[in-house]
T-cell receptor
Framework: DTEVTQTPKHLVMGMTNKKSLKCEQHMGHRAMYWYKQKAKKPPELMFVYSYEKLSINESVPSRFSPECPNSSLLNLHLHALQPEDSALYLC???????????????FGAGTRLSVL | AQKVTQAQTEISVVEKEDVTLDCVYETRDTTYYLFWYKQPPSGELVFLIRRNSFDEQNEISGRYSWNFQKSTSSFNFTITASQVVDSAVYFCALSEATPTSGTYKYIFGTGTRLKVLA
């Protein structure tokens, strides 16, 4: 079962709101990823967690704050976002990052975020 | 720098036609992996295939086939007898190590939007 579950599916928030996106996987994967995808563009990597530790931060603004409470769960906390942050936010997981380039990333269906 | 190029932005075909999606990559690594993903309108990226740099055998899975040629740095994807359900954006990706952490990440191409018309 290669399932990554993301909630909510849709989110509308104001620029002063605080919200969180949630991602869950039960495949025993030890690496989890957050991507941002604008319309007609490829996904852009934001963060990578490996064994529950932040491994990559692609210079993402601090208004995005990731959290990995355990190996199955990944959150993205949002605060004081801008309208240009409106996008599809995708979560992915893979067995681990240490194994190198062969890891397959499995994606969730994403959260469509609109910032008003 | 490592790079993936999908020169075809959008392709339209009529159902039952064959269609080939092109992917050209650049890498300095001798060992690397290439991937294809499908993204239907629902948003989820669906894994289709992984290929390592040492295996140049073509692969066939049902109506899908992949042609990997190291000599031309290409990893092309062909759909035979296309169907409306094949309509999606298709991404080619290359796995790259980040220098600081050693963690691997994907370098995505810009994607090819395939429209299959009934």
């Amino acid at each position: 079962d290669t399932e990554v579950t993301q909630t909510p599916k849709h989110l509308v928030m104001g620029m002063t709101n605080k919200k969180s996106l949630k991602c869950e996987q039960h495949m025993g994967h030890r690496a989890m990823y957050w991507y941002k995808q604008k319309a007609k563009k490829p996904p852009e990597l934001m963060f990578v967690y490996s064994y529950e530790k932040l491994s990559i931060n692609e210079s993402v603004p601090s208004r995005f704050s990731p959290e990995c409470p355990n190996s199955s769960l990944l959150n993205l906390h949002l605060h004081a976002l801008q309208p240009e942050d409106s996008a599809l936010y995708l979560c992915a997981s893979s067995q681990e990052t240490i194994a190198g380039p062969l890891n397959i990333q499995y994606f969730g269906a994403g959260t469509r975020l609109s910032v008003l | 720098a490592q790079k993936v190029t999908q020169a075809q932005t959008e392709i339209s075909v009529v159902e039952k036609e064959d269609v080939t999606l092109d992917c050209v990559y650049e890498t300095r690594d001798t060992t690397y992996y290439l991937f294809w993903y499908k993204q239907p309108p629902s948003g989820e990226l669906v894994f289709l295939i992984r290929r390592n740099s040492f295996d140049e055998q073509n692969e066939i899975s049902g109506r899908y086939s992949w042609n990997f040629q190291k000599s031309t740095s290409s990893f092309n994807f062909t759909i035979t007898a296309s169907q409306v359900v094949d309509s999606a954006v298709y991404f080619c990706a290359l796995s790259e190590a980040t220098p600081t952490s050693g963690t691997y990440k994907y370098i995505f191409g810009t994607g090819t939007r395939l429209k299959v018309l009934a």
